[in-house]
Nanobody
Framework: QVQLEESGGGLVQAGGSLRLSCAAS????????MGWYRQAPGKQRELVAGISSGGYTIYADSVKGRVTISRENGKNTVFLQMNSLKPEDTAVYYC???????????????WGQGTQVTVSS
């Protein structure tokens, strides 16, 4: 009965910024890894960024330097600050909770419903 509540998606112009937020609720019994995946129409789901319970982070090469993942200490709450957005960043973004650094879908235990990010050119 764990739910991941996402917010912050929307429509922005190329070069703009968005900040996504996600908080876990329900029966979460430990601090886990959290992160963000995204999926564009006709493309495979891919990891954008992940963060371990201890704060270790990983990023997709396509977003390095433009995206920062962070979390509240001791909480299953995560943020994704996205700057210098490009049209190719357009996708549905999914908040995830799992283990490790949620580096693969197999390490994900819970998925959010997704929030649309659209970057216009």
């Amino acid at each position: 009965q764990v739910q991941l509540e996402e917010s912050g998606g929307g429509l922005v112009q190329a070069g703009g910024s968005l900040r996504l937020s996600c908080a876990a609720s329900g029966r979460v019994f430990r601090i886990g890894a959290m992160g963000w995946y995204r999926q564009a129409p006709g493309k495979q789901r891919e990891l954008v960024a992940g963060i371990s319970s201890g704060g270790y982070t990983i990023y997709a090469d396509s977003v390095k330097g433009r995206v920062t993942i962070s979390r509240e200490n001791g909480k299953n709450t995560v943020f994704l600050q996205m700057n210098s957005l490009k049209p190719e960043d357009t996708a549905v973004y999914y908040c995830v909770l799992g283990v490790g650094v949620v580096e693969t879908p197999a390490s994900v235990q819970y998925w959010g419903q997704g929030t649309q990010v659209t970057v216009s050119s």
